[in-house]
Every structure is written in structure tokens, then in C-alpha cells.
């Protein structure tokens, strides 16, 4: 897919590629430090090999979609990744039903090319992907401090469904030895 932008340069929204991996680590570590209102940090080694090995079995998977946004000069702007969830009705009185959602997992644009049409042209290949496996229900998470995205999921229909806590085990145990 080939959009044009407001300032008539054009984009291309395509599967990404085993190339694009190590900008793709980049661009998840820019959306961790964007959620966390943290500075730049270095990820760990460790943590960059992780996750170049997602990215990279994420590619081979027919059940996973990873595009990117590339602008004519060959840079990357822009990520957006899909999953195919399958869940089994768990009713004695749905039969064998498989219910299939789709996961959005990490859409990510340069700040530089943001309100240029890249998030809306990202999403729209994610959805073709989604009805290609006959998906008819999205689920994405965002955290409750990015305000940036719960408008932006919200303006599309995205409502919060449920809430998702987290806390430190030490914390819980803790907790639970002040009860005895």
C-alpha cells in the first residue's frame, strides 16, 4: 500500500522483513520509554537479542502480521503488530466453537511523522490481515498513563473492557506475611 502525505512525499506500508528487525527493538524500546514518560535508556544485550528473536519467528508465523511504514527514502517510520488469539467456548452449550481475536501489539510512529496518515494506514493493513483469518473482535492494552493512546484507541471504538493490575511478588509477599 502507497499513501501519499500531506507534504506530497509517500509512504509504504509493507510486511515487514528480517532486515528491518534491529530498527523494529528500536522502535519497541522508544514505545516502553514513550509509556514510562522515561528518558532514553540502552536496552540490555540480552533484552535486544530477546527480542530480535520475537520479531524474527514473528515474521515466519501465518498467524502473526508485523508491518512497517517506509518512507521513499528507504527509512522506517512507523510499526504495527497483529495476532490471531483462538479460544475455545468453554460452555458445554456452545459446542465446538473457536472464538478468534484479533491482538494488537505494539504500534509505534515516529514523532516526527505523526497526523500524517502512517498510524491510520498501519492499522488498515493490520485490519485486512485480521479479516483475512476472519477476525471480527480487536483487543489491544495500552497503559492507563499514555494518555496519547486512549484517544486515539477511543476515537476508533476501542473501550476499556476490564483492568489489569500489576504488582512486584516481593510486594505481594510482603503482604501476605503481615496476615499471619
Same mark, same amino acid.
Given at each position: 500500500?502507497?499513501?501519499? +502525505?500531506?507534504?506530497?512525499? #509517500?509512504?509504504? $506500508?509493507?510486511?515487514?522483513?528480517?532486515?528491518?528487525?534491529?530498527?523494529?527493538?528500536?522502535?519497541?524500546?522508544?514505545?516502553?520509554?514513550?509509556?514510562?514518560?522515561?528518558?532514553?535508556?540502552?536496552? #540490555?544485550?540480552? &533484552?535486544?537479542?530477546?527480542?530480535? @528473536?520475537?520479531?524474527? /519467528?514473528?515474521? /515466519?508465523?501465518?498467524? #502473526?502480521?508485523?508491518?512497517?511504514?517506509?518512507?521513499?527514502?528507504?527509512?522506517?517510520?512507523? +510499526?504495527?503488530?497483529?495476532?490471531?488469539?483462538?479460544?475455545?467456548? $468453554?460452555? &458445554?452449550?456452545?459446542?465446538? $466453537?473457536?472464538?478468534?481475536?484479533?491482538?494488537?501489539?505494539?504500534?509505534?510512529?515516529?514523532?516526527?511523522?505523526?497526523?500524517?496518515? $502512517?498510524?491510520?494506514?498501519?492499522? #488498515?493493513?493490520?485490519?485486512?490481515? @485480521?479479516?483475512?483469518?476472519?477476525?471480527?473482535?480487536?483487543?489491544? &492494552?495500552? @497503559?492507563?498513563?499514555?494518555?496519547?493512546?486512549?484517544?486515539?484507541?477511543?476515537?476508533?471504538?476501542?473501550?476499556?473492557?476490564?483492568?489489569?493490575?500489576?504488582?512486584?511478588?516481593?510486594?505481594?509477599?510482603?503482604?501476605?506475611?503481615?496476615?499471619?
Amino acid at each position: 500500500m502507497v499513501v501519499t +502525505m500531506n507534504n506530497s512525499d #509517500k509512504f509504504t $506500508i509493507r510486511q515487514a522483513m528480517q532486515v528491518d528487525v534491529p530498527v523494529l527493538v528500536d522502535f519497541l524500546a522508544k514505545l516502553a520509554l514513550h509509556v514510562a514518560g522515561e528518558p532514553p535508556h540502552t536496552l #540490555k544485550k540480552a &533484552e535486544r537479542s530477546r527480542l530480535m @528473536a520475537t520479531l524474527r /519467528s514473528s515474521l /515466519s508465523d501465518p498467524n #502473526k502480521r508485523l508491518v512497517v511504514a517506509e518512507t521513499d527514502d528507504g527509512r522506517l517510520v512507523g +510499526m504495527g503488530y497483529l495476532y490471531v488469539w483462538r479460544n475455545q467456548g $468453554i460452555w &458445554e452449550q456452545s459446542g465446538d $466453537i473457536e472464538f478468534k481475536s484479533g491482538i494488537i501489539d505494539d504500534v509505534w510512529v515516529e514523532p516526527d511523522f505523526r497526523k500524517l496518515g $502512517i498510524f491510520s494506514a498501519i492499522l #488498515k493493513e493490520l485490519l485486512a490481515f @485480521a479479516e483475512s483469518h476472519a477476525i471480527n473482535e480487536l483487543i489491544l &492494552e495500552y @497503559a492507563a498513563s499514555n494518555k496519547e493512546a486512549a484517544v486515539t484507541w477511543s476515537k476508533l471504538g476501542f473501550k476499556p473492557t476490564g483492568i489489569r493490575a500489576a504488582a512486584f511478588t516481593a510486594d505481594v509477599y510482603e503482604v501476605l506475611a503481615k496476615r499471619r
